[in-house]
């Protein structure tokens, strides 16, 4: 299938929905809410998963595997913050033709499954600290409230759950996942994000305070929160009963910190909220796309030729397509594409050729266009007599002619400057849509103009429901996304924009997905 049907900027949604099929990333599944990840898909997330599993293990996490299923009982131990989610909880009742005696939970979050096992293995301070890391997926059988959309169920995460002796310990691991995940964002999707803390009503309820990584979307000024880092405090310790005897003898409960970056995140909802209308009568969308970090950068560098991958998780960085004419020495400008992929790979690079006789040049052109890849270099016989090849770069279209001599010096540097130039130019679209603004006017033209919101917040509780309740609409209410821990100057006297009381902080506000 080529060409796309949709444009980014005219049909956000569909754009994204055709983008993410014709690029062969995902296939639909005829279970809703569930969807096939194909090698093109799978080979990005396993390039993240590689860098971040050797950046833990520095930390010294450990690979675990816990089970998928979890008892009734134990499930309930989360209860005071648990019942908000429990319909999204899946269980288990039947085997075969019997019904179970009791039913069994599939894992949403493994908390409740780990949990009495770390009260089991910690028993002493020379047990801690205890660092647990799992990659897996989770089931949660969501329900996007009004529309009757079913969100996606499945999804692959990992699972950072780790205990420590002192709270110190544990405030700085939330830091150190965090900078990972701004990593993964930042120099392997070419994402910006901002670092900074949930406040009390969006932290996970469970937890002491939650910090995240926000993304932001310009096509649809919505901000789309990355991984999270959460210290829990004691508070599971008490749950669970995690204690430890320390150096003098005295029992005290454990601190500790969970983190994911949960590859989901409602890819559609952009497309749910901007085309309520439309999508009723179009229910054959039930896809939920939840890839968050792979959604999250199909999103910010997508064109209306397809995907735009940054060469760091480029399945494939470089594409070579050998252009025969009718009377060329075929057999020599294949040889050339061979070798010219041969040394590329002997250089590190992910390199491939397509020599398929049935499909043109052009449509090769076109198919690679779609799906991505950073570089494009053709061999025809104008290029072998003159030992050159063609180079054209996916994010910009330039075409060079280099020597072949040049060819693992130029292509470097030529990925190089792609995955510099596209989080550069993410990074100012997405510093063009931050507004600063004071009052309750300011604010909502800005929220009308799909703006990322910086305003002062005087941070009650009571003032961030009002804005909720203030904003609602077919669109979503607008909520704080976060403090951004790079704060700037908060003049003394200066109110906040919703409740008109002194304000204490500045926090990112918006819509989100
Ligand atoms: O999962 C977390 C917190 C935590 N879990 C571990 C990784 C980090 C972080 O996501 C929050 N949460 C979200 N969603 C659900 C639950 C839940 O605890 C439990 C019930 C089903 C749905
Ligand atoms: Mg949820």
Known sequence: KLGMAYKKDDNFGEWYSEVVVNSEMIE????????????WAMEIWELLKEFFDAEIKKLKLKPYYFPLF????????????????????????????????????????????????????????????LRCNQWCNVVRWEFSNPTPFIRSREFLWQEGHTAFATKEEA??????????????????????????????????AGGLYTTSVEAFIPNTGRGIQGATSHCLGQNFAKMFDITFENEKGAREMVWQNSWAYTTRSVILTPYLIENLLSV?????????????????????????????????VAPIQVIVIPVPYKDADTTAIKGACESAVYTLNESGFRADLDTRENYSPGWKYSH??????????????????????????????????????NLVDEVKALLDDIQANLLKTAKEKRDACIEVIHTWDEFTIALNNKRLILAPWCDEEEVEKDVKTRTKGDLGAAKT?????????LPEGTLCFASGKPAKKWSFWGRSY
């Open 28 to 39: 639909y599944y005829d279970i809703s809410g569930c969807y096939i990840l194909r090698p």
């Open 70 to 129: 979890v008892t009734e009982n134990v499930l309930q131990k989360e209860k005071d913050h648990i019942e908000g989610f429990a319909p999204e909880v899946a269980w288990v009742t039947k085997s075969g033709k019997s019904e179970l005696e009791a039913p069994i939970a599939i894992r949403p979050t493994s908390e409740t499954v780990m949990y009495p096992y770390f009260s089991k293995w910690i028993r002493s301070h020379r047990d801690l600290p």
């Open 368 to 405: 690679w266009e779609m799906k991505g890849v950073p570089l494009r270099i053709e061999i025809g016989p104008k290029d072998l007599a003159n030992k050159q090849v063609r180079i054209v770069r996916r994010d910009n279209g330039a075409k060079v002619d280099i020597p072949v001599d």
């Open 280 to 312: 009723l009568h179009k229910l054959f969308f039930l896809i939920m796309y939840r890839f968050l970090q792979i959604g999250v950068m199909v999103m910010t560098h997508g064109d209306d030729k397809g995907l735009v991958l940054p060469p760091r």
């Open 481 to 489: 996304l976060c403090t951004p821990f790079d704060q700037p100057e």
């Open 171 to 204: 405030d700085e691991e939330v830091l150190q996942i965090l900078e990972l995940y701004r990593r993964i964002y930042e120099e392997f999707l070419a994402v910006p994000v901002s670092k900074g803390r949930k406040s009390e009503m969006e932290k996970f």
